[in-house]
Each structure stands twice: as structure tokens, then as C-alpha cells.
């Protein structure tokens, strides 16, 4: 199963809007709602920030949304600050009982 | 609060055997599926495998990069998953994660809800 493909970097400036986007293929992707995106700070353990293609946990701001369009996901990140600059990793099932993750999208704030 | 803390990483030699363990405490254990996240160093997040609750089945998945050569196990009565890793090679070499994975589907999958902060699993001669 290969890794859904991701943006290796993308950039803002404070207050703008960021699309991250997640592509895989019809058996993935395309296929499930067991889609999720994950946010890590440099030394630290991964956070769940939107499962199901659409939903936040409790807890994560709004400013974070996610959508998915044919064999594509993406996570919009509204109104950045600084403390979004993180790595982001899509995740997805992928049927036979496995899961994919993406391989990562470094966001810089600038 | 919902704590998950690994255990037993280290240096190991190829070819050897190593067994991590993941205590957990603030979480209702046996509601959760347990599942084992992978990073190499400067790479990206791999799935390694999980084991489903209880009510789900209590079955393991394992991904095919180590399929065969881990096992995946909990102990309900303590709150602790483990993971059984052998033949190690050095590409096993990375961070290894605990998740608990709060059960959505009728399948037994649903997200990574919570992580540990990780232990450091080094393969090398």
C-alpha cells in the first residue's frame, strides 16, 4: 500500500487561509470516510485534529475544517498563527483491514 | 486525564527481539481499541498494527511491512498493550507510539484519539 501523497511544505502569513491536500486512490481515499488528519510540533506526539473527513474532536478550534473530493482530502486551516506551524499527516483506511497515512506537509507561518 | 506512556525501547542488535509496553490510565481500557504508530527519524507516521476491544472481537491487524514478525497483545485487567517485536532490522529503527483508538465502526477501526509521547527503538550492530 503506497502513502497518500501530500504537499511536502505549504506557507502562510498570519490570518490568511491554508489548504493542505491529501491524495490517494479510489481504494482509499476515495472509498471511506475513515479519513483523519493529524498535527505534530517538532518533539512531540502526534494530535487528532478532524476524523471522518469533516468532524473535530472536542477540543480543537474551528479554525480547522477538513473535506474530501473524489480520491482527494483536505484540511483548511483558517485565520493561521503561529502556533500552527506543525507537520500534518493525512491518514486513511484502505481497505484490508490496513490504514495509510500520508507522508506529511510541514506548514510554516511566516 | 488520559495518560499513555511507553515503555521498553532501546538499543538493539538486527536480528534480535525487543517488547514495548504501553500503560495507560484516565481511559475506560477495554472500550478501546490499542494501536502501535511508527516514525523514523526525520520521516513520516507509519501504522504498524492494532488490536481491537473486546466487544469488537479482540482481533489484531498487523500492516504487511510487519506482518509475520510482530505481535500485537493487552492485557485488559492491567490497562497495557504491547508490542511484541522480532527478527528487528534496521529499518525498525524510529519512535514508536501507543494510540487508543475509541471504536466508531462496526469493524472495529475508528482515529487515533490519544498518543503517547513515544520510545525510541535504535536496530543497530
Known amino acids: 500500500q503506497s502513502a497518500l501523497t501530500q504537499p511536502a511544505s505549504v506557507s502562510g502569513s498570519p490570518g490568511q487561509s491554508i489548504t493542505i491536500s491529501c491524495t490517494g486512490i479510489s481504494s482509499d481515499v476515495g472509498s471511506y470516510v475513515l479519513v483523519s488528519w493529524y498535527q505534530q510540533h517538532p518533539g512531540k506526539a502526534p494530535k487528532l485534529m478532524i476524523y471522518?473527513?469533516?468532524e473535530r474532536p472536542s477540543g480543537v478550534s474551528n479554525r480547522f475544517s477538513g473535506s474530501k473530493s473524489g480520491n482527494t482530502a483536505s484540511l483548511t486551516i483558517s485565520g493561521l498563527q503561529a502556533e500552527d506551524e506543525a507537520d500534518y499527516y493525512c491518514c486513511s483506511y484502505a481497505g484490508s483491514s490496513t490504514l495509510v497515512f500520508g507522508g506529511g506537509t510541514k506548514l510554516t507561518v511566516l | 486525564e488520559v495518560q499513555l506512556v511507553e515503555s521498553g525501547g532501546g538499543l538493539v542488535q538486527p536480528g534480535r527481539s525487543l517488547r514495548l509496553s504501553c500503560t495507560t490510565s484516565?481511559?475506560?481500557?477495554?472500550?478501546?481499541?490499542m494501536s502501535w504508530v511508527r516514525q523514523a527519524p526525520g520521516k513520516g507516521l507509519e501504522w504498524v498494527g492494532f488490536?481491537?476491544?473486546?466487544?469488537?472481537?479482540?482481533?489484531?491487524e498487523y500492516a504487511a511491512s510487519v506482518k509475520g514478525r510482530i505481535t500485537i497483545s493487552r492485557d485488559d485487567s492491567k490497562s497495557i498493550a504491547y508490542l511484541q517485536m522480532n527478527s528487528l532490522k534496521t529499518e525498525d529503527t524510529g519512535v514508536y507510539y501507543c494510540?487508543?483508538?475509541?471504536?466508531?465502526?462496526?469493524?472495529?477501526?475508528?482515529?487515533?484519539?490519544?498518543w503517547g509521547q513515544g520510545t525510541l527503538v535504535s536496530v543497530s550492530s
Open positions: 488490536f481491537r476491544s473486546k466487544f469488537y472481537g479482540g482481533t489484531t
Open positions: 484516565g481511559l475506560t481500557f477495554g472500550d478501546y481499541a
Open positions: 471522518a473527513v469533516t
Open positions: 494510540t487508543a483508538m475509541q471504536t466508531r465502526y462496526s469493524s472495529g477501526w475508528g482515529y487515533f484519539d490519544y
